[in-house]
């Protein structure tokens, strides 16, 4: 009697943590759903009740059923990001570029520590650019251009070493252009098109601290 006790509770444990990830980042992802407005029905398959979110749609997962891509890029999407986004612990792509999204990046995309890309671009997004985003270590890719973001480019960026492309033209940014660590390889082209946006750094007379008002 004592060993089928145990032999139940064995099984009701295993039962109770092989979902947990899965149910934590299917929440994640539904949060993000409720917050969209989907007018061609592309989350449709984002059904909460299943176990983990490995068999809906755009979503992407490695053999660990842990969401490692999300493939929303020109779906027709309205809506917010949504800060719980930020527990897909092992995301490496997060592609959301050419909808409608509005309202600001959530800081919580910086918990993303295995985000190889990060591509918002062609949105509607405001508010300024997450500092966070600086704690990204494994960032290549970060496309932020064609929204109207604001405000400084935060200086911690500028220690993504791994940073391969950066684009945050045709938003309103402000303040000078970092010149130091890993923006030191891009070219003007990277931030055209910010009318309040100074020359580099390096330029002398332009220091970081230039008005934003």
């Given amino acids: 009697m004592a060993f089928w ?3 139940v509770l064995v099984i009701a444990v295993t039962l109770s943590e092989a979902p947990a990830h899965a149910n934590r980042e299917g929440d994640a992802l539904y949060a993000l759903r409720r917050a969209l407005k989907d007018p061609d029905n592309v989350l ?3 059904d909460p009740t299943l176990v983990n979110p490995c068999t809906w ?10 969401v490692t891509r999300l493939d929303l890029g020109n779906a027709k999407l309205y809506g917010r990001l949504v800060p719980e986004l930020g527990r897909l612990e092992r995301l490496q792509y997060l592609e959301l570029y050419r909808n409608n999204l ?3 990046i959530p800081k919580e995309l910086g918990e993303l520590k295995n985000l190889l890309s ?4 062609n949105n509607n997004l405001t508010g300024s650019i997450p500092p966070t985003l600086s704690k990204l270590t494994n960032l290549r890719f ?13 200086r911690e960026l500028t220690k993504l070493r791994s940073l391969k492309s950066l684009d945050v033209s045709n938003n309103n940014l402000c303040g000078t252009i970092p ?3 890993s923006f030191s ?5 990277s931030f055209e098109k910010n009318p309040r946006l100074k020359g580099p750094e390096l330029m002398g007379s332009v220091s970081y601290d230039v008005s934003c008002d």
């Avoid at 749609?57 to 842990?66: A, E, G, I, L």
């Avoid at 932020?144 to 604001?150: D, E, F, H, P």
């Fill in 5 to 7: 006790a145990l032999f």
């Fill in 44 to 46: 449709q398959s984002w």
């Fill in 57 to 66: 749609f755009h979503v992407t997962c490695d053999k660990d059923n842990r």
């Fill in 102 to 104: 509005v309202g600001h």
């Fill in 118 to 121: 990060l591509d918002l671009y």
């Fill in 142 to 154: 970060l496309r932020l251009n064609g929204n109207r973001l604001t405000g400084r480019i935060p």
């Fill in 179 to 181: 010149t130091f660590g």
């Fill in 185 to 189: 390889k891009f070219t003007q082209k």
